[in-house]
């Protein structure tokens, strides 16, 4: 019940082995990634070490000259299977999505997690459990300030109702839980 966050130089490898084969590459994070564990708590408090990291991760991949982009801006035409991409139709490019963000849970944490991206002028992708979100007016204020800043792009994501695996669903199913 413990989520482990990679080393930094691990996920730098993931991102090259990934642009390597598909042309992009997609870090996902989760708010407890960033959040004091307490004998397998997660709390509402920011775990310093584990940001401070992810702002180096930010600034690793932009030395490297690539672009860090949405998830709507890759490649659709991308295709995800175990062989190359031609160099034409790619985007050498990294997207970063935060998932299951959700209202007053650790909302600190992912409030920081926001912040990293917006101080670091990132764009970034976000999660949003939508039973769970709407009602936390922190959560709300600071996600709108971060949309109407336009010096990052953000962008939200649907994450389910209530984080089904749409995947186990048939299609009627699926439309339901979406309107």
């Known amino acids: 019940n413990q989520w482990i966050l990679e080393d ?3 996920i730098l490898e993931d991102i090259e082995s990934s642009l390597n084969n598909y042309g992009y590459a997609v870090v996902m994070m989760h708010p407890p990634d960033f959040s004091v564990n307490d004998l397998g ?22 030395n490297l000259g690539l672009e860090i982009v ?7 035409d991308s295709n995800i299977v175990q062989t ?3 160099k034409d139709n790619n985007c050498n490019c990294v997207a970063f999505t935060i998932e ?16 990293t991206f917006t101080k670091t002028k990132t764009d970034l992708t976000v999660g949003i459990i939508a039973n769970y979100f709407g009602e936390d007016e922190k959560l709300l204020d600071s996600f709108n300030a971060a949309l109407n800043d336009k010096s990052s792009e953000i962008e ?4 389910g109702w209530k984080y089904e695996d ?12 979406i309107q």
């Open 8 to 10: 930094r130089s691990k």
């Open 41 to 62: 708590v997660y709390r509402n408090q920011v775990d310093q070490n584990n940001l401070e990291e992810l702002s180096l991760l930010i600034d690793d991949i932009k």
């Open 70 to 76: 949405p998830i709507s801006q890759i490649n659709r």
């Open 84 to 86: 190359k991409i031609p």
């Open 100 to 115: 299951g963000i959700q209202d007053y849970w650790l909302n600190d944490v992912q409030l920081e997690i926001l912040n």
């Open 156 to 159: 939200v994501a649907n994450n």
């Open 166 to 177: 749409f995947g186990k669903l048939d299609l009627n199913e699926q439309i339901t839980l």
